[in-house]
């Protein structure tokens, strides 16, 4: 059983900056991802940044405004977001894929964040 963890979303005006952190804790035999997806109202849940085996990827639209950092001895990742825009609005879910000690890998989701961008 694995359980990840979230936090830091909020209110924020555009221009400004929020810092997400999520947290994989359990049975966890070898981490080989932690990122962040977002989902907007009525859209389908998309990908924000990823740390895949110490790759890092970011969707066109947050590079250069969010930046990714990976703790591989926690299992924990942050997302610092900054310059955010009211499309940035949405529900920011965590991902950790992980070996679990049988060698099965699998996903784990957080509960998501809700970040919202308005004045």
């Known amino acids: 059983q694995v359980t990840v963890v979230e936090s830091g979303g909020g209110l924020v005006q555009p221009g400004g900056s929020l810092r997400l952190s999520c947290a994989a804790s359990?049975?966890?035999?070898?981490?080989?991802?932690m990122g962040w997806y977002r989902q907007g109202p009525g859209k389908q849940r998309d990908l924000v940044a990823d740390?895949?085996?110490?790759?890092?990827n970011y969707d066109d639209s947050v590079k250069g405004r969010f930046t990714i950092s990976r703790d591989n001895a926690q299992n924990t990742v942050s997302l610092q977001m900054n310059s955010l825009k009211p499309e940035d609005t949405a529900v920011y879910y965590c991902?950790?894929?992980?070996?679990?000690?049988?060698?099965?890998?699998?996903?784990?989701w957080g509960q998501g964040t809700q970040v919202t961008v308005s004045s």
């Open positions: 740390n895949y085996d110490g790759e890092v």
């Open positions: 359990g049975s966890i035999f070898r981490l080989i991802a």
């Open positions: 991902r950790a894929r992980y070996y679990a000690t049988n060698l099965q890998w699998y996903d784990d």
